[in-house]
C-alpha cells in the first residue's frame, strides 16, 4: 500500500548509525494536538522515556517571539509512537505512512545489498555495468530527443517576412506544467 507523502522523511546520523528522521513539529502540527508543541513534546519524552541520540536530536531553531526555538528531529519508532498514543485518525494515518516509509527503506536497501553482493565482480565491473545501464538509458533518451526535435522543425511554420515561428521565454509544455 503505498501512502501520500504527509512530512519529510530526512536522512540523517544518530549514535553513528544511519537513521530516518521527521522533524517533531511537523508531525505535531500534522497530529492536530490542541497543546503547544514545547509542552507537548517534553512530556512526551518524559512520560515514554525516549532518550536523546538514540530516539531523537534537539537541534536550535529559528527564536519565535524573542525566544529560541527548538526543532526536534525524531526517528521513525519514535514517530510512530508518537502517533499510536494520540489515538486519531490523523495519527492511525501518521503511523501508517511511517510504517511504509520504512518498508520502502528495506527495499531499497535489499535492492542495495543484492547488488553490492554479486559474486566474483571487481569495482571495476560494477562501474562498467553502472556505465552501461546509463548508458542504455541515455540512448533511449537521446534517440525521443531528437525524434521529437525533427518533428518540431518539420511542423514549424515558416512565415517569409519574420522568420520561424520561435516558442515564448516561459514556453512550458503541458507535461511539465
Not at 520502502?104 to 535492492?111: A, H, N, S
Not at 538509458?137 to 518540431?152: N, P
Not at 522543425?153 to 522568420?163: H, K, P
Amino acid at each position: 500500500m503505498k501512502h501520500t507523502p504527509i512530512m519529510p522523511v530526512l536522512p540523517g546520523t544518530l549514535d553513528g548509525k544511519e537513521v530516518r528522521f521527521v522533524n517533531a513539529r511537523l508531525l505535531h502540527a500534522f497530529l492536530g494536538v490542541g497543546r503547544d508543541f514545547s509542552t507537548w513534546i517534553k512530556e512526551r519524552i518524559e512520560e515514554f522515556e525516549f532518550v536523546e541520540g538514540e530516539d531523537f536530536s534537539p537541534v536550535s531553531g529559528k527564536s519565535r517571539g524573542g525566544r529560541p526555538a527548538i526543532e526536534y528531529f525524531i526517528t521513525l519508532d519514535m514517530a510512530k509512537e508518537l502517533s499510536m498514543v494520540e489515538r486519531t485518525a490523523r495519527g492511525r494515518e501518521a503511523r501508517r505512512y511511517f510504517i511504509d516509509c520504512e518498508r520502502q527503506l528495506r527495499q531499497l536497501q535489499q535492492m542495495t545489498n543484492r547488488a553490492a553482493a554479486v559474486p566474483g565482480l571487481s569495482r571495476a565491473q560494477r562501474q562498467a555495468i553502472n556505465r552501461q545501464a546509463w548508458a542504455d538509458v541515455a540512448g533511449h533518451a537521446y534517440t525521443r530527443f531528437h525524434a521529437r526535435r525533427e518533428e518540431l522543425l518539420q511542423n514549424l511554420v515558416m512565415d517569409t517576412e519574420s522568420g520561424p515561428t520561435l516558442l515564448p521565454r516561459n514556453f512550458r509544455p503541458d507535461w511539465a506544467k
